[in-house]
């Protein structure tokens, strides 16, 4: 996976849903043998040749302006997430060959997710690899991380392919493994090139053709926070809020992800309740992987 093949299908994907009324241009109703704006009619709405546009397509993107990047833009309707990857694609931020993936992580980071007793949390790579849990995550999730082969200790690979966190999530099920197939995709226009980013992806796409179909789609969405609904074996229906958090200082290590639920709701007491039992068949206390 390289710039120009991502740029070129993001760019076809999104004319794909856009009809000439939707950006202005008269309709004829004749008979179109492409879905969406042809590529004359998106370089005519963005005011840019045609043969400039289709090299675009063709991910030669030498000398492309950032001007003509907003053009393009424009006439696509792209959102701010979509604008953010069309940039990443055209100017990705990391070289080809970066490799600051599985780091080690600082110890202050496995005190952090051991002290976070009442919170289900960990620390992910630009993956979604799971590079350190604490006990509460373990517990809620009802994964022993650690017994966790390290290639299938993903989000992405538990939430696609793991029965019990399929179970976990129920209906959610769908619209969380889009919600993950477009992260990564975003995250895949920052890191072009990297090895192990794009074994895991043809990995992914081959073991789930539920993966295969939303990676085709090119969308993207960047995860930040929100709200999950799980059909919890102990809780029952409960609803917790998740935060990304950056670690902007820890390059191969993209974020620490925290659950909570609104403090005094029937959902905090009952997982606060959960995560104090004495459970003998619990994993350890402290139980956070030490990459290397």
Known sequence: MDSAEHIGGFLASRRARLRPEDVGLPFFGTRRRVPGLRREELAQVAGVSVDYYARLEQGRLENVSPAILDAVASALRLSADERTHLYNLARPPHTPGDTDDAPALRPALHALLAAMEQIPAYIVGHHTNILGWNRAAELFFGVDFAGVPPAHRSWAHLVFLDPQIHALLAEQQPGLARQIANDLRLRAGHRPGDPEFTEFIA??????????????????????????????????????????????????????????????????????????????????????????
């Open 203 to 292: 990995r992914m796409r081959s073991n789930s053709r539920q993966f295969d179909e939303l990676w085709s789609s090119h969308d993207v969405t960047d995860v930040a926070f929100g709200s999950y609904s799980f059909r919890h074996p102990v809780l029952g229906p409960i609803e917790l809020n998740y935060e990304f958090l950056p670690l902007i200082g820890d390059p191969g290590a993209r974020a620490l992800v925290t659950y909570t639920a609104v403090p005094g709701t029937p959902a905090h007491r009952a997982l606060r309740d959960f995560l104090s039992a004495d459970n003998p068949d619990s994993p350890s206390a402290d139980q956070v992987e030490q990459p290397g």
